[in-house]
């Protein structure tokens, strides 16, 4: 199969595009960086430079390698991780309008398959029912400064769904790859981390490896419109999952700090780690023919070495 992806060189597209190719798909890769065509070549893919926020330049990119499937992987995050509402306005652009781009390109182009990745805050933030499923009902709008980012998911999910494409929501990601793990092993490691609240909520995690393979797997097997929960098998709280990382790092684990307190510095971060937002991944196991091979981030997180995450 001849599969665009755009967001090639991120987080997720690296071990998406390698399983690709290593499947035997023709893969185009797109990138916003010239510097980084070396990289999709290195695995085997073509390389198409571009911003996805430049629609003449993702329809002609996509012309060009006349796909016969697009998997986008748009993400435009800080590198440590988003802390405050202000850093996740350019993921929402991205999402809204690079998205847009996306599936217009491919429709042009008569693109069979749209596979996209959403997230699990689709759902919404705060004190969620427990292991939500792909039919639970998902907010439009949300108060407050919060609504820009559902909004741009929201967006996103419209877009692909509406050309009966197939979105995924990811829980949060962990493992190699993820930026925002050598920040938080750096912090572990000088002491730095606090954990707001405790143990207060519990999210859905999964392992980049896992992400990736279930990507591949909605791309070869999914049917759409349709949306998956793509999520390990044990929710757990991000203060767990932290104690987790320090131990398989060598590190001590972090000391608690009040709410109160956590929320003037990183108040959008304290929402995240401390909201209720499980999902179940029965339909992606049951449809998809999908199974993470780490069910949780004990094992996810047992080979870690002290030097990286």
Known sequence: MKVFVAGATGALGVPVVKLLVGAGHDVTGLTRSETKRATLEKLGAKAAVGDVLDAAAVERAVGEAKPESIVSLLTRLPKNGPTRMRHMRPNARVHREGTRNIVRAGQAS???????????????????????????????????????????????????????????????????????????????????????????????????????????????????????????????????????????IGAKPPSSVPLGLAKLVMPYGVMVMTSRVTMSNAKAKRELGWTPRYPSIREGLSGMSRSQA
Do not use: W
């Not at 009902?137 to 609504?147: D, K, R, S, W, Y």
């Open 110 to 248: 008569g693109v069979e398959r749209i596979v996209a990745e959403s997230v699990l805050f689709r759902y919404g933030y705060g004190e969620l029912k427990p292991m939500l499923t792909e039919e639970d009902p998902a907010p439009q709008t949300l108060p407050g400064p919060t609504n820009e980012p559902l909004a741009g998911v929201v967006a996103l999910e419209d877009a692909v769904l509406g050309v009966g494409g197939i979105v995924l929501r990811y829980g949060l990601f962990y493992g190699p790859g993820a930026s925002h793990m050598n920040f938080l092993t750096k912090m572990l490691r000088r002491r730095m981390m606090r954990l707001p609240g405790g143990d207060r909520g519990a999210l859905s995690f999964i392992h980049m490896d896992d992400a990736a393979s279930a990507t591949v797997a909605a791309l070869e097997r999914g049917h759409g419109p349709a949306i998956y929960n793509v999520c390990d098998d044990e929710p757990a709280s991000f203060a767990a999952f932290i104690r987790e990382v320090a131990r398989g």
